[in-house]
């Protein structure tokens, strides 16, 4: 389809920071519409950024925001949301499912509140939100929806030690599964995309400092994989799971030094990948 998202219309759930907002830097490059769908819309005591600062990058790099003050568990603020993309930049081609909540606690360890957070964000607000946006989608000429979700690894260790996360995140994933068959003949592309090493992001304070951020890669390389995905011919790239270096270096590349947070560091290996 070729090698650029100009004009196209992207809504990303969580960019306000971290990978959704370098998706949406990545594609602001190119020329692209982006939403900004988040429920932070002023400064947050501890994490960076707001729905506004976002959209002022996106339009510094050259594309159009939209800034959407939104919360993905609930299902008259994701229909307004989606609602108000098409509105504003009359249509809609892509949509990102990035916003997640992490604990990584054992069974009796988990509060469950924090269990009801993971699955009400990862797994409902992501099938909301792909729901709302198919009736859209359906009328663009080469319609993704892209999941920041991990390959389904039944290997029993990834749930050991934090079960209620990984069936959370697993269910963002069964999503790509399920509706990638279901929306074959239609032609909307639903893939997974996961990190082989470790991003440094903000969710890294949810780890008690046990993952230093020099071990890590930067989310730009999330960012060029997710727009090295969302560039493909939808009717052909669809139900895949894929590993961010995997997409690169199908591209070509191979020198990946440029995204690690401090250069020639070990790298850590990303939750659910063996080997």
């Not at 990584?104 to 964000?121: A, E």
Request: glycine share 8%; aromatic share 6%; with cysteine.
């Amino acid at each position: 389809m070729g090698s650029s998202l100009a004009g196209k219309t992207l809504l990303i759930t969580g960019a306000s920071r971290g990978i959704g907002k370098a998706i949406a830097l990545r594609a602001a490059r190119d020329g692209a519409h982006i939403a900004v769908a988040a429920k932070t819309d002023r400064k947050h005591p501890v994490l960076p950024g707001t729905i506004h600062s976002a959209v002022e990058e996106i339009e510094d790099a050259g594309g159009r925001g939209l800034a959407i003050r939104m919360d993905v568990r609930d299902e008259e603020s994701v229909a307004s949301a989606v609602e108000s993309t098409t509105q504003h930049f009359g249509g809609l081609d892509i949509l990102v499912n990035n916003a997640s909540a992490i604990m990584l606690s054992g069974t009796l360890d988990l509060p469950i509140k924090r269990y009801d957070l993971m699955f009400n964000t990862n797994v409902r607000g992501t099938y909301l939100m792909s729901r709302a946006c198919i009736p859209h989608l359906l009328k663009s000429d080469n319609p993704h929806v892209l999941n920041l979700s991990p390959p389904l690894n039944m290997n029993p260790q990834w749930f050991r030690d934090h079960v209620a996360y990984t069936m959370a995140k697993y269910g963002m994933s069964m999503c790509v599964l399920g509706m990638s068959e279901e929306f074959h003949d239609e032609g909307i592309a639903f893939n997974a995309l996961w990190p082989r090493t470790v991003i440094a992001t903000a969710a890294l304070n949810m780890l008690a400092g046990a993952i230093s951020p020099e071990n890590c890669r930067t989310e730009e390389i999330m960012a060029d994989a997710a727009h090295a995905i969302l560039c493909q011919d939808a009717r052909i790239c669809s139900g895949n799971f894929y590993l961010d270096e995997d997409v690169l270096r199908g591209t070509g590349v191979k020198d990946f030094s440029k995204y690690s947070v401090k250069s020639g560091a070990a790298l850590m290996k990303d939750l659910f990948l063996d080997g």
